[in-house]
């Protein structure tokens, strides 16, 4: 879909008021398709990439509240498709990538925990 598209143009350029139009617009389209075809997992992706895209321009465009919401949008219907298709690797990556971008720590540490060394030598 080539709306969301401009949205990740005009965010790499700093025009994020075309940025925020575009990936509105996108949203609109995305929402119903998704709501429509609840059983195509593609349209859900697409619907979480642009609430991705819409995240990382408020985030260049310093608006932390914005960026959060849009980016808990993306991480809600990624975490659906990751667990309605746990064999899909690129649902996983997205998902990952949005909960860094939040700031989320998900991973389970497993084992003995390493201690600092010391950048001096001795």
Not at 7 to 25: I, L, M, N
Not at 94 to 107: E, I, V, W
Request: hydrophobic share 40%.
């Amino acid at each position: 879909m080539a709306v969301p598209a401009m949205g990740d143009v005009y965010r790499e350029t700093s025009r994020f008021d075309k940025a925020e139009t575009a990936y509105q617009q996108a949203l609109a389209i995305q929402e119903k398709l998704a709501a429509a075809y609840r059983d195509t997992a593609a349209y859900s992706s697409a619907l979480a990439n642009t609430y991705f895209g819409l995240g990382r321009m408020h985030k260049l465009a310093d608006r932390a509240e914005k960026a959060s919401a849009s980016y808990e949008q993306a991480r809600t219907l990624q975490a659906r498709l990751v667990e309605e298709h746990p064999r899909e690797a690129e649902y996983q990556f997205a998902l990952a990538k949005t909960q860094t971008a939040l700031g989320t720590r998900t991973a389970v540490w497993v084992g003995p925990r390493r201690r600092k060394r010391s950048c001096t030598k001795r």
